[in-house]
């Protein structure tokens, strides 16, 4: 090679280099062999350029200290830059130091807020301040996700946040705790957090009082002992305007703060407001195999105070097997957990749609009378199991034009009332309705089972309800790591546990030394063929 084609190739060399270099800024490549994609962002995402009419601003502010010895950190801003790299110059990303930037005080007052972190350097420990927080900026508008700790939900929050930004809306649900004896602030308050990590603003409306034809969905939350007619009218009319009802509700009322007392709810009129629907909550327990565990505490005879764990088959782990596929908000279901639940059985009026969203498997069994729930008496739980064995419906959802209860009838009066109930709308319209036999399953009762699944089936429900059915995938990619709850069946339980401890302390070491012994012998035979044939040569 002459001295002048050795510069061209230099120059040339350099000069694809920088190309590629000025390219990888536009060109954004990622291999994501996760079953769900889940480190890449959705289509939903990745097509958000075609609803933005202006310029959105990302901007991750992040101490460089973090992102120094957390991998995190880094992870978040390569997806943060995979909006932009998508966005075709609709959104705009910035990384910045708070504290090099000197805004701290200025983004604690938009509510990014710091965070304390123990480190260790040089073998001292010492606690440091670092922020790791969003702020999304669309003309004079921001959302601000305040301590971003994790991937899980955050392509969800991104796309949730910028959505609500271009379309100058605010993410609104209203609740309706039905219960006289729960309180929204007390025994929900991991739902109230989901609800406000997620964007959602949550209106407390008080049973009986009026329900905005705007709201653009509403939880119902038990009650069907202690709502009157002049609530469920309430209701009613709403869902005749088109609304979108989620309803938990319990068949079986459970004392689970005292002497765990079962007895059939006493319905004040909303069960069987449901039942005229189309989807009817039994006054029954429904118990199953994928039973949980249960831990609480009992006094011995010697007065002695005990912790117990026991399989306890009125609390169920639902599982993916057992959901409907073809529904958005189960389509990749993970599962979830239900406390003392009641099947849910369908008959739905002309005009109305009903699927169901979750069974039981079909070894699940009832109990119908004699109600027992205590776990120190697992002889009374299967005494109706030959009787009642088969899957049912512990989830179910219904649309169309929903039938009112209270069609034809006199509108309800409250004693002490002076305002009159309005007119039930003229025509009804298209509403939405998702029934769930188990009001303790959206409240603290998850903290048992420490059951994040339950707040994420809700989190979709309510995407589904509230029309924005194309981001509820976003939060089903999300990898997780599931429970080994998949196999039910005892035998094949015990089967396969076996099976793999035998595979991993007898097989594999037999294999591993079977091929050392094989690799030994084939060099063996090949230094003595070696030596054969450097002996012939001799020869």
């Not at 309706?176 to 109230?192: C, N, P, S, Y």
Request: negative net charge; hydrophobic residues 40%.
């Amino acid at each position: 090679m002459t001295r002048k084609e050795y510069t061209v190739i230099t120059v040339l060399s350099i000069a694809v280099l920088i190309a590629a270099m000025l390219l990888s800024r536009r060109i954004w490549f990622r291999l994501d062999l996760t079953k769900n994609k889940a480190y890449t962002i959705s289509e939903v995402s990745r097509r958000l350029y075609l609803e933005i009419p202006d310029q959105v601003q990302i901007s991750y502010y992040l101490s460089e200290k973090l992102f120094a010895i957390h991998p995190l950190p880094s992870e978040i801003d390569d997806l943060l830059r995979e909006y932009t790299a998508h966005s075709r110059g609709k959104i705009r990303y910035m990384r910045k130091d708070p504290a090099k930037a000197g805004v701290t005080r200025e983004i604690e007052q938009l509510g990014i807020l710091p965070q304390q972190m123990e480190t260790v350097e040089q073998d001292e420990a010492s606690v440091a301040t670092v922020y790791s927080g969003i702020l999304i900026e669309y003309l004079d508008k921001a959302e601000v996700l305040p301590a971003v700790l994790s991937l899980d939900t955050l392509e969800y929050d991104i796309t949730s946040r910028i959505r609500n930004l271009i379309r100058d809306r605010e993410r609104e649900a209203g609740v309706i705790v039905g219960d006289a004896a729960k309180q929204w602030e007390r025994d929900f308050t991991a739902l109230d957090g989901a609800f406000r990590n997620s964007g959602f603003r949550t209106r407390l409306i008080t049973a009986g009082d009026e329900i905005p034809d705007a709201l653009p969905l509403l939880f119902v939350l038990g009650g069907a002992e202690d709502l009157d007619d002049w609530a469920l009218y309430r209701i009613d009319r709403y869902i005749q305007g088109g609304g979108r009802v989620f309803f938990a509700l319990d068949g079986v009322s459970v004392d689970s703060q005292g002497s765990l007392e079962a007895r059939p709810v006493n319905d004040g009129g909303l069960l069987a407001m449901l039942a005229s629907y189309g989807a009817a909550v039994e006054p029954e327990l429904l118990l199953d195999r994928t039973a949980l565990n249960l831990q609480y505490q009992t006094v011995s005879s010697t007065g002695m105070r005990q912790i117990r764990i026991t399989r306890y088959p009125h609390w169920i782990g639902t599982l993916a097997d057992n959901a409907n596929p073809a529904h958005p908000i189960t389509a990749q279901f993970r599962g979830l957990d239900l406390y003392w639940p009641s099947p849910v059985t369908l008959k739905t009026p002309p005009g109305v749609e009903a699927e169901v969203l979750i069974s039981s498997t079909p070894g699940a069994w009832l109990m119908t009378k004699n109600f027992n729930v205590n776990p120190d008496m697992p002889q009374y739980f299967d005494t109706e199991a030959e009787d009642t064995r088969g899957a049912r419906a512990l989830a179910v959802c219904l649309s169309g034009i929903i039938p009112s209860r209270f069609s034809g009838l006199p509108k309800p009066v409250r004693e002490g009332a002076e305002e009159e109930l309005p007119e039930l709308p003229a025509s009804a319209r298209s509403a939405r309705i998702i029934v769930v036999g188990d009001a303790d399953f959206a409240g603290n009762m998850l903290a048992y089972t420490d059951s994040r699944r339950n707040l994420d089936f809700i989190l979709q429900a309510a995407d589904w309800l509230g029309n924005d059915e194309d981001i509820i995938g976003i939060r089903n990619r999300e990898s997780a790591g599931g429970r080994l709850d998949r196999i039910t069946d005892p035998h094949r339980r015990a089967f396969t546990m076996n099976f793999a401890r035998i595979l991993n302390t007898v097989i594999i070491p037999l294999a591993l030394i079977s091929l050392g012994f094989f690799l030994a012998w084939q060099r063996r035979q090949r230094s003595s063929a070696m030596e054969k044939q450097e002996y012939s040569d001799d020869v």
